[in-house]
């Protein structure tokens, strides 16, 4: 089951003064995917961390599904794949899978661990262990462990960046479905507005830092969305919009404050 995110008035200064988010108002909608996206250092990570409840926010509060963050994560429906995937190294691809359920207290079905193994592109290698595998193959293993417990809420900071660029064309093409499927609601921090466009239902621009929401733009696209929708005018029109919107910094006439 999706659970709304509401963020009122959420900023975060750390003790050394400098603030890194401004007060921000966003609502997510239960089962949408919402990119944030802006410039390098502008708070995306920590404004994502605010809401996974490894950052208390120094104003305001963020609420999943009208519960603290850290009640979510408590109950198993919260998780996060990072750009570091932090694997394990004792443990195989499989067995790193399977603390993620053991932790969220659900059930290991065979069936369900292979699929997502074989989703992600490491077929084969379910027995392997971290030390074994390439950068982007460990990357590959965390995001199958994030999706393995089929959470409410599932966060990703830049989960793509270390993998080759056709397996990142692959799963952008294939996980949407997944989280779709579960009825997930998904926020995606991304340096690539390509990516942000192909994977989301809603771009969130923010400024340069202190980060306040300099854009909110709907992609309307249709799904399911294949790599060849890149070519289209209208996947075009949303890229541009978007890096309109980063160079300038600013609200401008199609956006619109979040909610």
């Known amino acids: 089951?999706?659970?709304?995110?509401?963020?009122?008035?959420?900023?975060?200064?750390?003790?050394?003064?400098?603030?890194?988010?401004?007060?921000?108002?966003?609502?997510?909608?239960?089962?949408?995917?919402?990119?944030?996206?802006?410039?390098?250092?502008?708070?995306?990570?920590?404004?994502?961390?605010?809401?996974?409840?490894?950052?208390?926010?120094?104003?305001?509060?963020?609420?999943?599904?009208?519960?603290?963050?850290?009640?979510?994560?408590?109950?198993?429906?919260?998780?996060?794949?990072?750009?570091?995937?932090?694997l394990l190294p004792w443990r195989s691809v499989r067995k790193n899978i399977e603390l993620a359920l053991d932790l969220a207290r659900r059930p290991k079905v065979t069936q369900d661990i292979d699929e997502l193994i074989q989703l992600v592109g490491l077929d084969g290698f379910a027995d392997t262990k971290p030390a074994e595998l390439s950068g982007g193959m460990r990357q590959r293993a965390a995001i199958a462990r994030a999706l393995a417990t089929k959470p409410a809420l599932l966060l990703l900071d830049e989960p793509f960046g270390a993998v080759d660029e056709l397996t990142r064309q692959q799963l952008a093409e294939d996980l949407p479905a997944i989280w779709e499927a579960g009825d997930t609601t998904t926020l995606l921090v991304t340096h690539s507005v390509s990516e942000a466009v192909m994977l989301s239902d809603r771009i969130l621009v923010l400024s340069p830092r202190p980060a306040t929401i300099a854009a909110d733009i709907k992609i309307d696209l249709p799904r399911p969305r294949r790599s060849e929708f890149a070519r289209l005018p209208e996947f075009s029109a949303h890229v541009d919009e978007v890096f309109a919107f980063l160079s300038q910094g600013v609200p401008g006439s199609r956006a619109k404050a979040a909610q």
């Open 1 to 86: 089951m999706s659970v709304p995110v509401t963020c009122t008035a959420a900023s975060k200064t750390y003790p050394g003064g400098l603030t890194a988010v401004s007060p921000v108002n966003i609502s997510l909608a239960p089962g949408a995917t919402t990119a944030l996206v802006g410039p390098s250092g502008c708070g995306k990570s920590t404004l994502l961390r605010m809401i996974a409840g490894l950052e208390e926010p120094s104003t305001g509060t963020i609420t999943i599904d009208g519960l603290p963050p850290s009640e979510i994560s408590r109950r198993g429906d919260l998780s996060i794949a990072f750009q570091d995937p932090s």
